[in-house]
């Protein structure tokens, strides 16, 4: 079971070695980190080379990768009926489908940008310092 989850700005962050990240994935060492197959797939995408690839891969393996389900897949629909979004080219695309994935897991998102999450009721967020 997952105790977090992270947004992908704190992946690449983390990755990058970027010291309050760093500082935060220790402090949070002793949960069960996840991130969500979209943070994952984000990563691979920005990926320069397949060496670089490999690298992220590797780097991801610590952590619990949260495959999309048909539950988190409605949520995120009906996220977007809601707001009246009828097309999946949105720039929130991914946020929608991370805040989903930590609301139905009840678990903490953590993330750099939490005005890009505020919509999402009841999510719990975590901005690392």
Do not use: C
Request: glycine fraction near 4%; proline fraction near 4%; charge should be negative.
């Amino acid at each position: 079971m997952v105790d977090i989850l992270l947004d992908t700005n704190i992946v690449i962050y983390a990755f990058e070695g970027h010291p309050t990240y760093m500082h935060f994935l220790r402090t949070i060492a002793d949960e069960q980190i996840g991130i969500s197959v979209i943070s994952y797939m984000e990563m691979l995408v920005g990926a320069r080379d397949d060496q670089d690839a490999r690298a992220i891969q590797s780097f991801m393996r610590d952590f619990d990768v949260i495959p999309l389900s048909v539950g988190i897949a409605d949520d995120s629909a009906a996220t977007f009926r809601k707001r009246k979004h009828k097309s999946l080219r949105r720039p929130w695309f991914a946020d929608t489908i991370i805040a989903q994935t930590a609301l139905s897991m009840g678990v903490r998102l953590a993330t750099n940008n939490p005005k890009d999450f505020a919509m999402f009721s009841g999510l719990k967020i975590v901005v690392p310092e």
